[in-house]
Nanobody, 125 residues
Framework: QVQLVESGGGLVQLGGSLRLPCAAF????????MSWVRQAPGKGPEWVSE????????HYADSVKGRFTISRDNARNMLYLQMNSLKPEDTALYYC??????????????????WGQGTQVTVSS
């Protein structure tokens, strides 16, 4: 079964940090560009970050640039999102997702062909 499983979410204070892991099952994530997408309550999805297959290049949404870092461990078939200097506006369900096409940086679910169940990140003020 092909699936993605995110974890590591929780309740943190403003300015705190979290590291979200995403485990891939049933396929080798190293063969794909991979993304993180988040969805705040009552809002649509928002693209957060994408990392290339070789892990040498990554892109970030302006809202998280300088605070979040995407990384991958191909030997473990894992994707990660390091989140620092968290703000209340970062509160959302966070998903790892597989884009249909590279460099799309999509904020609609139709631009992805696979994503996980999401992990909740809540930042208190």
């Amino acid at each position: 079964q092909v699936q993605l499983v995110e974890s590591g979410g929780g309740l943190v204070q403003l300015g705190g940090s979290l590291r979200l892991p995403c485990a891939a099952f049933g396929f080798s994530s190293s063969n794909y560009w991979m993304s993180w997408v988040r969805q705040a309550p009552g809002k649509g999805p928002e693209w957060v970050s994408e990392i290339y297959q070789g892990a040498s290049t990554a892109h970030y949404a302006d809202s998280v640039k300088g605070r979040f870092t995407i990384s991958r461990d191909n030997a473990r078939n894992m994707l990660y999102l390091q989140m620092n200097s968290l703000k209340p506006e970062d509160t959302a369900l966070y998903y790892c997702a597989r884009p249909k096409m590279a460099r799309t940086f999509g904020s609609t679910w139709s631009e992805y062909d696979l994503w996980g169940q999401g992990t909740q990140v809540t930042v208190s003020s």
